[in-house]
């Protein structure tokens, strides 16, 4: 394929070091998403040797990836270093705090983190091995012959890959609602980014035997609303877009378009007759699309930037294309990534320039392009996909519905969750109503929680009889619908912190992590100004 954007992948050969050696540090953390420096700069204060090795070239995850628009949920449970870091970009903007910020910002202050407590980064480091000695992790290695020994090891990918091949229980998927007596997982066919009127799924219209257009499964799925399955919620970009003409890039025709992709984007906004009145491109207020959510102050003449997120029964996420991510290798990756990426830039070509697409929308995304001074080496693309999710740790405790709406009470909380259960769409399929086809989307959730809950710390350990020294503080243990509520940037930069904490209380106690003394981990979070629940 050919590239799109220079210097933009998931993985490359070429980032790999090639100079194998052996290194040992007390604490390893291998992601480098915001968990990842969150629990690699905390290690670090506490006075442990510490490494972080992150499989790709940017650190920080989604927080510098593209999603400035923090989903905060409940922002009075957002403490410790999770606080101070909107503390932190806040003040380069002139303010005590703020929750909507340019990536290359928040890129900026995580950089100052790391470089404050001198916290050594290997990038490429892309794990293949993991040596374990009973059940304790001795040594990882990388691609490129990368060793590291260490005591304590931090799982902090959006994959979970060191849990899976330290032999950790887990999952992939949606679980029947049976499996933990909830209402909201499996299977879900609701209302909201819906297609609201009969859109046909054939290539030809009204055909049956011209075939179903892409990404569409040609069974009923609404018969089996509630039950489990191994499909994941959709993967996206958040990009930055601006409207900025000085700093304005205009869409492109991507390499590898396919029309095939864009003809459901098609006949929906064809059909769509003002079913969205209030929110259409260009009908109110600044004409900003909707979920282009504007980021931090404007720029010079009044411009903006955007975390753009997707919206509506087809936009920027890439429906059915993201279920092999969570367990492939890193080959399949690449290719799901650029696939991402081919997908969702012919997205917003195609809603510019096709004339099939009516003017008003038109001219609503010809004005918007990508930030030219946003993502300098990856041609102003994030490099960051956003991974909802993946693999999921199964442990003593198991975050569930039940947690999300306050029916049950983990008596060893160590962070909160406060956002509402958001599951987007896992697939398309075809239904018939009174003898016509038509195309429907299955898996979106939005169900607010009863209030903030607590975050079991045996949720971010394995399961006892299990691996003794790693930690997870992003692939936790948690039923899909809970997931979606815990699935948050400043929930992971809680988690982070939290499990260099317990990274040390187990050094210290020379134990298992799953053997940490509850009552003293907790006075050291609330010590660290952590609201532990």
């Known amino acids: 394929m050919a590239e799109n954007f220079p210097g933009l992948h998931y993985f490359a050969d070429s980032w790999i070091p090639t100079q194998p050696q052996t290194i040992h540090a007390q604490v390893v953390v291998y992601g480098g998403t915001s968990a990842g420096v969150f629990a690699a700069v905390a290690a670090r204060r506490l006075g442990h040797s510490t490494l972080l090795l992150h499989p790709g070239k940017h650190l920080g995850g989604l927080t510098t990836g593209g999603l400035g628009w923090t989903d905060h949920g409940n922002k009075g449970v957002i403490s410790g270093m999770a606080r101070r870091f909107y503390q932190d970009v806040g003040r380069t903007y002139g303010l005590s705090e703020i929750w909507s910020f340019e990536p290359r910002v928040a890129a900026e202050v995580m950089q100052q983190m790391l470089a404050e407590v001198q916290v050594p980064v290997q990038t490429g480091a892309y794990l293949e091995t993991v040596t374990m000695d009973g059940r304790r992790i001795a040594m990882i290695t990388m691609l490129g012959g990368l060793q590291v020994h260490g005591d304590v090891f931090i799982d902090a990918t959006y994959e979970g890959d060191l849990l899976a091949l330290a032999g950790v229980s887990h999952t992939v998927g949606r679980e029947g609602n049976a499996v933990y007596g909830e209402t909201f997982n499996g299977i879900q066919v609701r209302n909201l980014h819906q297609f609201s009127h009969p859109v046909d799924p054939y290539v030809r219209p009204g055909d049956i035997r011209s075939g179903l257009l892409p990404g569409i499964v040609d069974e009923d799925l609404s018969l089996r609303q509630g039950q489990g399955d191994s499909r994941v919620q959709a993967y996206c970009f958040r990009v930055c877009m601006t409207d900025d003409p000085a700093l304005r890039v205009d869409w492109a025709r991507p390499a590898g378009f396919n029309p095939d992709d864009y003809v459901l984007a098609t006949r929906w906004f064809q059909g769509e007759k003002d079913a969205y009145n209030d929110q259409l491109p260009g009908s109110s207020g600044d004409a900003v699309p ?42 399949k990756r690449e290719r799901i990534f650029q696939n991402h990426v081919r997908y969702q830039a012919g997205f917003y070509w195609h809603m510019a320039n096709c004339p099939e697409i009516p003017q008003r929308y038109r001219d609503a995304y010809v004005r918007w392009g990508l930030a030219r001074d946003e993502f300098t080496s990856t041609g102003h693309w994030p490099h960051q996909l956003y991974v909802r999710e993946a693999r999921r740790m199964v442990a003593d405790y198991v975050l569930t519905e039940h947690d999300c709406r306050l029916a049950r009470r983990c008596p060893d909380p160590v962070a909160m969750g406060s956002y509402g259960m958001d599951s987007h769409n896992c697939s398309r399929f075809v239904k018939i109503d009174a003898g016509q086809a038509r195309v429907l989307n299955e898996g979106d959730v939005q169900v607010s929680c009863a209030g903030p809950y607590g975050i079991s710390y045996r949720s971010i350990v394995p399961r006892n009889g299990e691996c003794e020294n790693l930690l997870v503080p992003v692939c936790v243990s948690a039923s899909h619908i809970a997931y979606g509520s815990v699935r948050m940037e400043p929930v992971f930069m809680a988690l982070g912190e939290v499990a260099a904490n317990a990274a040390h209380s187990a050094l210290s106690a020379r134990c298992a992590v799953q053997a940490v003394d509850y009552s003293l981990l907790r006075s050291r979070l609330v010590a660290a100004g952590i609201v532990p629940g």
């Open 290 to 331: 909707t979920k282009f959510d504007i980021l931090a102050p404007r720029t010079a003449g009044g411009f903006h930037k955007t975390d753009t997120n997707n919206h509506g029964p087809v936009s920027s996420d890439f429906i059915g294309a993201s279920c092999d991510w969570p367990r492939g290798d890193y080959a």
